[in-house]
């Protein structure tokens, strides 16, 4: 079962890096996004995996999983929705003020721009 | 006074001036001058004690466990070096109440000048070297302030970070040694330091040690090769150049010998680099200043070379020269400062410092000349003068000191720089003052009122009365020298005396007066010689070192950071993986220990839905809603992970952030194009995906590898598992943890939580204050609309679930103590709840119907869980310690009531709060022009049309 974990906690982290690499800020975003998938399964299987061992106390059962990574992991998850939100509104503010949605330093796409008839993919209308 | 309070004081007074500016220029000066007396006085009351061998010690502790404590301690060595900081600051500030014009920002100057001050004391006072350091690093950051205070001309600027970039990387080398030589001792206090010199000596450290300090004290005290920035610091006001560069903090290095004098001296290689390098400084600044014809570069080379006569002094390591350097210490700072002042006059009243253009003056400023003339004489090694007292001791101690086995290298040298140090003294009187002139002087000059020469004056009168009667300085030279030497050599049995004598000395001086005399009279041909003669420019030297590294530099960081944030993310991925890469190959990677679980048959059909969907991700990215769905099945299937792996909390959390997180980046696409361009070729496709194997693989070894071996040492978990109901009164030890163990932590967290919802709301807002807000609202279309945007199926559906999920929200919250639940959770499923009227019939309707604003929900809960912590405080108990019991209402069960519950209210309320306000702020983002708030709930009903038929 760790091998399957591992394995997609591994593919979660590659297609995320590979969305991060992306040129335009809604890919990055989503790359983000499934890096924390990844941060977060990570966080949690520091405790190690246990199946059926809820840290829920039970008469006359003492074997229980970890609960700390449990706990951290739950306010992480909370605080990744606000901080995806936050940048969402950024990217979102940059698109809507300046048609703009490159992350990377525009002036290095000038020549690229010129070259391409509708360089935003896509216009706001 | 408290030690502590003299250090203190200049610190403090340091806000006055900078207040008062308004109050005008005399109270500015008022109160500098009133802030040092105060601290001069205080110093004063030590003297007796002090004199009588006693120490005088303040002790703080601070931080122990660093070794880093404020103790400070006073010592003779101590005591002059303060009392020179202070009497002669007083009189700078005399001096700089005259000197500046009124262009100049007084309170400003001021202000610096109390910094610097204050530093300066910390240093010489300081038991504690790490107290020392960061008040060695403070006079160099002052001195900055001061050297480009007037920030209009660029060579005060140049010179500015000529003496910071100097100085501070002898600060920086100086930090090296001091910890060294506190790692050598054990112990960072320089009382401690200074009594063992053999376990100093004899260890191996000892050499690094020696020479970073050094680095610090030479860069300081302007020694060869680093003598180069002081010249240029002469771009500072001349009050500066007067306290700084001539009495004060070029001593300081030569302090920081003369303290370590005790430990670091004696050896072999203190005798070849200090004694090598203060020969070479006092024979190269003496030939430099000749040729200067700038006053302040004059005398600025002059400082050079006496500053190097005194390492020199301190280099041979014998008590008799420690006992001349000590002299010479006071004697300089008296003669060299009064210079200063009376060249700062002359520029003052002539409106230049070009040597060349001025001569006569002593007809137009007989004061001023009668006082540079007197300290030149000193400066020159002239009987019945102080300088001529200390020079010859150490003409003396030149005659004895032989070097690289020889016996005359040393006395020559010394001679040498004698005989120049005379010429330029006699230049300074005979080409500004003597002759015919000014010859060129842009204003006629005059002597200036007594508020200006009254400084130099009264430091001239320690100049004659020493030169006359030594015997008056002998008690405090031979106090300050014993505290010097340390007892680490024998106290030398020497008196300060005019006449010793036919000394070997007293001929090198008559050679050196007398050759001094023919030099100048030689001046004009030398003068010719010296300008057509190469010589490397200090300044272009080291121009061109900073130059190729700021090119380096340059190089390096825009060769990784061009702005092209794809870019860096790639090199920060390869970078990371190869250093994990380095530390598997390097490492001792720990065996597996534990036995993997078994993989189920369900496991693998989830763990495909999961892999298939994140792969299916990078291959169909182009197109951003199908993204969204896969997005949706990655995290429902993280969840039931989660689930699966014993963490109920977690899936629960998961799953309906998941819903909220979809829902958001729907409304941002809503705005945001569809699909994504096609732009990356082939190449540049292949190698990001090269990148991302790498990084996946890399994750994916160390969390096998993680899973597979046993926790390295116990984990405090346990501690958890067996406090949660004894402690925290509750069996869901996760929540327990937030609620209770951690609170602190979790506090922390909604309140992040509430700071992004702002954040978003504040974007939101100035975004629709732009003029963006009329482009949104006038914006088309993207296809054609569905014929009702709030179709009667869902209203119904969402009307009738929202008090059932109202009511699982209150039942989750409820039971988040003992079974999988609680306020994250909670706060979540009602959002949800709310949200889905959002949907269901559009904005305005439902924002009409909103009672309570959600910044306010927020700030509730954070008060709500901040008010359960403090309740705690009337118990007399820590923050956020919680209490619980159980209590029984009849006909209900026995249940419990516990204080984390009103702080697990308190995360639900902020967490309902930020979601509503992020998804409110996009929403409103999507009103259009024309769109009213509908009174009707949804677009068609049936039972409205009946309405209006019948």
């Given at each position: 079962m760790e091998l399957l974990v591992a394995s997609a906690v591994g593919i979660l982290t590659a297609a995320g890096i590979y969305m991060v690499l992306r040129l335009r800020t809604f890919p990055v975003i989503i790359g983000v996004s499934l890096l924390t998938y990844a941060v977060n399964i990570f966080l949690f299987a520091s405790g190690r995996l246990a199946t059926d061992m809820p840290p829920i106390l039970r008469d006359g059962v003492d074997a229980y999983t970890d609960p700390l990574p449990q706990a951290l992991v739950l306010t992480a998850i909370v605080i990744s929705f606000g901080m995806t939100a936050v940048v969402v509104i950024i990217a979102l503010g940059a698109w809507l003020s300046c048609s703009d949605d490159y992350v990377d330093d525009p002036e290095l796409h000038s020549g690229q721009q010129a070259a391409d008839p509708n360089p935003r993919g896509g216009s706001f209308r | 006074m408290s030690l502590f309070l003299i250090v203190a004081l200049p610190f403090l007074g340091a806000l006055l001036p900078g207040l008062m500016n308004q109050a005008g220029r005399q109270a500015c000066f008022t109160a500098t001058f009133l802030v040092t007396l105060l601290a001069t006085l205080g110093l004063a009351t030590h003297v007796p004690a002090v004199m009588a061998g006693e120490v005088i010690t303040a002790k703080l502790d601070w931080l122990p466990g660093l070794g880093m404590n404020v103790n400070l301690f006073l010592d003779p060595l101590g005591l002059m070096f303060a009392g020179l900081i202070l009497v002669i600051g007083l009189l700078i500030i005399a001096y700089a109440r005259a000197y500046l014009s009124r262009k100049d920002n007084m309170g400003e100057f001021f202000t610096y000048l109390l910094l610097f001050q204050g530093a300066m004391v910390g240093i010489v006072l300081s038991d504690n070297v790490l107290m020392l350091l960061v008040f060695w690093e403070l006079t160099s950051l002052s001195s900055f302030l001061l050297i480009g205070y007037w920030k209009h001309l660029p060579e005060g600027r140049q010179g500015a970070r000529m003496a910071l970039a100097v100085t501070g990387m002898g600060g920086l080398a100086l930090i090296g040694g001091m910890l060294l030589l506190g790692r050598i001792v054990g112990s960072y206090d320089l009382t401690v330091i200074l009594e063992n010199r053999d376990v100093i000596q004899a260890s191996p450290l000892y050499l690094p040690a020696l020479i970073l300090i050094l680095l610090g004290a030479f860069t300081k005290s302007a020694q060869f090769p680093f003598h180069f920035w002081l010249p240029h610091a002469m771009a500072a006001p001349t009050p500066v150049s007067a306290y700084l560069h001539s009495a004060t903090m070029v001593k300081a290095g030569l302090f920081l010998m003369a303290r370590l004098w005790p430990v670091l001296s004696g050896s072999d290689w203190w005798f070849w680099i200090v004694t090598t390098a203060g020969l070479t400084t006092m024979v190269l600044g003496a030939v430099i200043a000749l040729f200067k014809n700038d006053l302040k570069a004059l005398l600025a080379f002059s400082t050079v070379s006496h500053l190097g006569l005194i390492t020199f002094l301190l280099g041979t390591g014998s008590g008799y020269a420690a006992m001349a350097a000590v002299f010479h210490i006071l004697n300089h700072a008296s003669f060299k400062a009064a210079l200063f002042m009376t060249a700062g006059i002359v520029d003052h009243e002539a409106?230049?410092?070009d040597i060349t253009r001025l001569g006569g003056l002593r007809k137009l400023m007989p004061i001023t000349f009668g006082i540079a003339t007197i300290a030149a004489l000193s400066m020159a090694g002239i009987p019945l003068l102080n300088g001529f007292l200390s020079k010859e001791m150490m003409l003396e101690e030149a005659a004895h000191t032989k070097i690289f086995g020889s016996y005359w290298l040393v006395p020559v040298a010394a001679t040498v720089g004698a005989l120049f140090s005379a010429a330029y003294s006699f230049r300074y009187i005979v080409h500004t003052f003597l002759g015919e002139g000014p010859k060129d002087a842009p204003s006629k000059p005059h002597d200036p009122p007594m508020g200006m020469w009254i400084s130099p004056a009264l430091l001239i009168v320690p100049v004659v009365l020493i030169g006359i009667m030594p015997f008056l300085a002998e008690p405090f030279v031979k106090t300050v020298t014993y505290a010097v030497i340390g007892g680490a050599v024998e106290m030398p049995d020497a008196h300060l005396k005019i006449w010793h004598g036919l000394t070997p000395a007293l001929y090198m001086s008559i050679i050196a007066v007398l050759g001094g005399a023919l030099l100048l009279s030689l001046f004009a041909p030398l003068a010719r010689g010296w300008a057509a003669a190469p010589r490397p420019e200090a300044k272009d030297i080291f121009d061109g070192i900073v130059a190729f590294f700021v090119g380096l530099a340059r190089g390096i960081t825009l060769g990784l950071h061009n702005g092209a944030f794809t870019r860096y993310a790639a090199i920060f991925t390869v970078t990371v993986t190869g250093l994990g890469l380095h530390a598997w190959m390097t490492g001792t990677g720990a065996a597996p220990t534990r036995e993997m679980l078994p993989i189920t048959i369900n496991a693998l059909a989830a763990w495909a839905m999961l892999v298939a969907a994140a792969g299916m991700i990078v291959f169909v990215h182009r197109n951003r809603l199908a993204v969204l769905i896969l997005m949706g099945i990655v995290g429902l299937f993280v969840s039931v992970g989660f689930n699966y792996f014993s963490a109920p909390d977690l899936a629960l959390t998961q799953i309906s952030v998941e819903v909220v997180t979809i829902i958001l980046l729907l409304l941002a696409l809503n705005f945001l194009p569809n699909r994504t361009p096609k732009e990356s070729g082939v190449g540049r496709r292949l190698r990001d995906g090269v990148i991302a194997l790498l990084g996946g693989l890399a994750v994916f070894g160390l969390i096998y590898s993680m899973l597979m071996t046993d926790f390295v040492q116990p984990s405090i978990s346990q501690y958890h598992l067996d406090n949660s109901y004894k402690g925290g009164g509750g069996d869901n030890v996760v929540n327990v943890i937030l609620v209770d163990f951690r609170g602190f932590d979790t506090f922390g967290e909604i309140i992040v939580l509430g700071i992004a919802a702002i954040v978003i709301y504040a974007l939101t807002e100035a975004l629709l204050s732009s003029p963006v807000r009329a482009q949104l609202l006038n914006r088309g279309y993207e296809s054609r609309r569905a014929g009702d945007a709030h179709p009667l199926m869902m209203v119904v559906l969402t009307r009738v679930m929202m008090p059932i999920v109202l009511m699982v929200g209150v039942y989750i919250f409820l039971r988040g103590h003992n079974e999988p639940g609680g306020g994250f959770i909670a706060g979540l499923v009602v959002a949800i709840g709310v949200v889905m009227q959002y949907m269901a019939s559009g904005f305005a309707w439902a924002d009409a119907r909103q009672r309570y604003p959600y910044h306010g929900i927020i700030g509730a809960g954070v008060l709500v869980a901040g008010l359960t912590g403090i309740g705690a405080w009337f118990f007399g108990a820590p923050f956020l310690s919680s209490a619980f019991g159980y209590f029984r209402i009849p006909p209900m069960q026995e249940f419990e009531l516990a204080t984390a519950m009103g702080f697990d209210l308190g995360v639900f309320l902020a967490v309902v709060g930020a979601v509503m306000l992020s998804l409110e702020s996009f929403s409103r983002l999507g009103r259009r022009q024309g769109d009213k708030p509908s009174?009707?709930?949804?677009?068609?009903d049936p039972s409205r049309d009946e309405e209006k038929e019948g």
């Open positions: - | 409106h230049t410092r009174e009707y709930a949804m677009d068609i």
